[in-house]
């Protein structure tokens, strides 16, 4: 198998930051590495226009150090990006020039375009998100992008970011609730420069970058969010709102304290969290996303893809449980086989579910949940349950909400109803009774799939009618050889389903051959 690294440095106008992958002939890829320095290189922008002296120290040690790291590593491929600061850099060529001469590295400088684009396309390409805004805050320009099923079609890149707001607007001379109203109005005014940008029914704005990042961190940790990750956690409008305005009213060192928010940002966090909640106000979005992929990954999206000769995956949750398949050495064939029999068992007992429910939304979580099976098999065969709900708690899954993930948790984790409940209560505040009772039903079911295929040999080709007589189902199973261990595990384990529907279920046994006839 044919495999290559590649390194992406990403020279932002706040932090500068190398990542480095490696991509399989398949398609599989996964992150090796990931380094930030944080170089403000905006901050460095003199009057004349030209990055300082000390800016471009920062630059050439940085990138000696990502150097060393990218040899020792035998990284052939390096594609180096530089956005706003160096874009604005009058003496950006001779910056150019000097990193090529004295470190080998061509730096290629994004245009407006290509800046916003690429944060369009990470967002596409990792999100289920159809229709919205994308807002990256830099140190030095924001980008904002309006994509429709998932095509970009408006971008704009502003000449404002984090730190440039920060530089003209805030001193220790100003008053701050009058710095905040002048900003406030500055922020108003460039936004409706743009006859494009404006307000979209439901269309939700999805933040990019350190900042965006920071104001989700702040969000979760005050509502103790027992959810683990970030991206496309959601913040509904109001409390970004109110996140906002507490922000402002704090000082530097009451800053300090927020749990959530980095150090290097206390002092640039309120420029950042007034220009999202404008954009938020302006285009009267319902919610807030977080994204934690961005420009430097739709760089690599970009390259990934290109043997596809496409810049977007079909599906992204497709795409991520393929790359999950490939991580955790899942078995295609048992997984897809154990969907299939999942499938049927709905479609023949899903009138029998205790609670209502969309029959779409009932097989897409079956089917999702099936692809991730007791995956903490890879870890232990003997704590499967207890790790796949772990992994899953705590891990991204691109292309899913994070209540979809929970849902996927407990049903591929499930073992039993008292089990589920343990699992679901550190999660009261995401899940209720009636949602936690649907789970337990596709639980259920998926676990007596799992049971039919016990040997992993398809002996149990398809399920057949399902009959109720009083309070019991009798259910057909077709088979193609001996089903003696199908039987044994899914005659233990059917009580599960039982509990739930209230009927006891009986299987009768035909052979595969009849339904061929």
């Known amino acids: 198998m044919i495999e290559k690294q590649v390194a992406i440095i990403d020279m932002g106008s706040n932090s500068i930051r190398l990542v480095i992958n490696k991509i399989d002939s398949n398609g599989y890829y996964i992150e090796l590495h990931n380094f ?7 901050a460095h922008i003199k009057d004349d226009g030209n990055l300082s002296e000390v800016g ?8 000696k150090r990502f150097k060393d790291v990218i040899l020792f590593h035998q990284v052939r491929q390096i594609t180096v990006i530089a956005t706003a600061a160096m874009r604005k850099a009058k003496n950006r060529d001779k910056i150019v020039k000097l990193v090529k001469d004295t470190i080998g590295f061509e730096i290629r400088i994004l245009s407006e375009y290509e800046e916003a684009f690429y944060g369009y396309l990470a967002v596409v390409n990792s999100t289920n998100i159809e229709n919205g805004f994308t807002v990256d805050i830099g140190g030095g320009s924001t980008e904002i992008t309006l994509f429709e099923n998932r095509e970009l079609k408006h971008y704009h890149s502003f000449p404002f970011g984090a730190i440039t707001l920060y530089q003209q607007f805030f001193n220790d001379d100003q008053d701050e609730p009058e710095t905040i109203a002048l900003l406030t109005e500055y922020l108003k005014k460039q936004l409706h420069t ?12 999805i933040g990019i970058g350190g900042s965006a990042r920071n104001l989700a961190l702040i969000h979760q ?4 969010y027992p959810l683990a990750g970030l991206h496309q956690y959601e913040i509904p409008k109001q409390e970004l709102l109110d996140i906002n305005k507490t922000l402002q009213h704090l000082t530097v060192e009451e800053r300090l304290e927020l749990e959530g928010l980095s150090k290097d940002r206390v002092d640039i966090i309120v420029p950042a969290s007034t220009v999202i909640t404008q954009i938020v ?16 990954d739709g760089v690599f999206y970009e390259e990934l893809l290109k043997s ?27 997984v897809n086989h154990i969907s299939l029999l999942a499938n049927q068992l709905y479609s023949k007992t899903s009138e029998y579910c205790p609670v209502e429910h969309n029959p779409s939304n009932a097989v897409t979580l079956l089917n999702h949940s099936a692809r991730l099976l007791y995956i903490g098999e890879y870890i232990n065969n003997e704590a499967s349950s207890q790790n796949t709900f772990y992994l899953l708690t705590n891990m991204t899954i691109e292309g899913l909400s994070h209540k979809d993930r929970l849902a996927i948790a407990l049903i591929s984790s499930y073992k039993s109803k008292s089990q589920m409940q343990q699992y679901a209560k550190s999660f009261n505040k995401l899940i209720n ?20 295929d016990r040997t992993r040999r398809k002996v149990i080709t398809a399920i057949g009618q399902v009959d109720q007589n009083e309070d019991e189902l009798s259910i057909i199973l077709y088979h193609q050889a001996d089903a003696f261990f199908e039987d044994a595990q899914a005659t233990k384990h059917k009580k599960h389903l039982e509990r739930v529907i209230k009927y006891t279920i009986e299987f009768r046994y035909m052979p595969a051959e009849v339904l061929k006839l």
């Open 36 to 42: 930030k320095t944080v170089a403000r290189l905006s």
């Open 56 to 63: 471009i120290k920062t630059i050439l040690d940085t990138l």
């Open 194 to 205: 743009l006859p494009w940008f404006k307000e979209k029914k439901d269309y939700p704005v």
């Open 221 to 224: 940790r005050k509502d103790s």
């Open 281 to 296: 106000n302006h285009v009267n979005a319902n919610t807030f996303v977080m994204s934690r992929k961005g420009l430097r």
């Open 308 to 334: 596809m000769e496409t810049t977007r995956f079909p599906n992204v949750v497709e795409e991520s449980l393929y790359q999950l398949t490939n991580s955790y050495e899942l078995n295609v064939d048992h």
């Open 433 to 452: 009774k009636q949602e936690l009772k649907y789970y337990e039903f596709l639980g259920s079911i998926l676990k007596l799939a799992y049971s039919l």
